[in-house]
């Protein structure tokens, strides 16, 4: 239980400590190195050197100085041109760059999908054509009475080869001549 207790109330300590610097984070500036020290002028010692785009808390202001907290929990005063609210380009030109890379991508995948859909409309296009083509020429040979002519030739040549086939010829005998 006290084991439990404690983890609780090292849980609550880190979540007020954090807190600061999640809401309202400021920044120092891209591409610059800024020397923290122990009071608010240039006289004070250096405490720490930050790098551009570390995120801090802004704890305090004077007029050209602002007390700031590091992540790691350590406080000093920075020069205030050197601080802002916005997040630095070398924290979002990563991130945007990935976005970029991504959203390419699915351009290009989109792309491909669309080259791929306009020749499946182009086939389907053209047996469209080639349908519309062999339904015509069917309705022209329903029309036409042509077909039920060779149909009945058909059918009369038929008849006349089954019953030729039917029809006894001459046989071996010889014709009997009738005498007078």
Same mark, same amino acid.
Request: hydrophobic residues 45%; glycine residues 6%; charged residues 25%.
């Given at each position: 239980?006290?084991?439990? #207790?404690?983890?609780?109330?090292?849980?609550? #300590?880190? @979540?007020?400590?954090?807190? !600061?610097?999640?809401? /309202?984070?400021?920044?120092?500036?891209?591409? &610059?190195?800024?020397?923290?020290?122990? /009071? !608010?002028? @240039?006289?004070?010692?250096?405490?720490? &050197?930050?790098?551009?785009?570390?995120?801090?808390?802004?704890?305090?202001?004077?007029? $050209?100085?602002?007390?700031?907290?590091?992540?790691?929990?350590?406080? /000093?005063? &920075? =020069?205030? *041109?050197?601080?802002?609210?916005?997040? =630095? =380009?070398?924290?979002?030109?990563?991130?945007?760059? @990935?976005?970029? *890379?991504?959203?390419?991508? %699915?351009?290009?995948?989109?792309?491909?999908?669309? @080259?791929?859909?306009?020749?499946?409309?182009?086939?389907?296009?053209?047996?469209? *054509?080639? $349908?519309?083509?062999?339904?015509?020429?069917?309705?022209?040979?329903?029309?036409?009475?042509? %077909?039920?002519? %060779?149909?009945?030739?058909?059918?009369?040549?038929?008849?006349?080869?089954?019953? /030729?086939?039917? %029809? =006894?010829?001459?046989?071996?005998?010889? !014709?009997?001549?009738?005498?007078?």
């Amino acid at each position: 239980m006290r084991v439990l #207790l404690r983890g609780l109330a090292l849980s609550s #300590l880190a @979540a007020l400590l954090a807190a !600061p610097l999640c809401a /309202g984070a400021d920044y120092i500036r891209d591409e &610059v190195r800024v020397n923290m020290r122990s /009071g !608010p002028s @240039a006289d004070y010692r250096i405490l720490r &050197v930050l790098s551009s785009g570390e995120q801090i808390a802004r704890l305090q202001k004077n007029e $050209n100085w602002v007390l700031v907290r590091t992540a790691d929990g350590k406080q /000093g005063w &920075v =020069p205030i *041109a050197y601080v802002t609210k916005e997040i =630095p =380009p070398s924290i979002t030109l990563p991130k945007v760059k @990935a976005q970029l *890379a991504e959203a390419q991508a %699915w351009i290009e995948e989109l792309s491909t999908q669309l @080259a791929a859909q306009a020749e499946a409309t182009k086939e389907l296009a053209d047996l469209r *054509a080639r $349908n519309q083509q062999l339904e015509e020429e069917n309705r022209q040979f329903v029309r036409s009475d042509t %077909w039920k002519k %060779w149909f009945t030739g058909a059918a009369i040549a038929g008849i006349f080869l089954a019953v /030729g086939g039917m %029809w =006894p010829r001459g046989g071996t005998q010889r !014709p009997r001549r009738i005498k007078l």
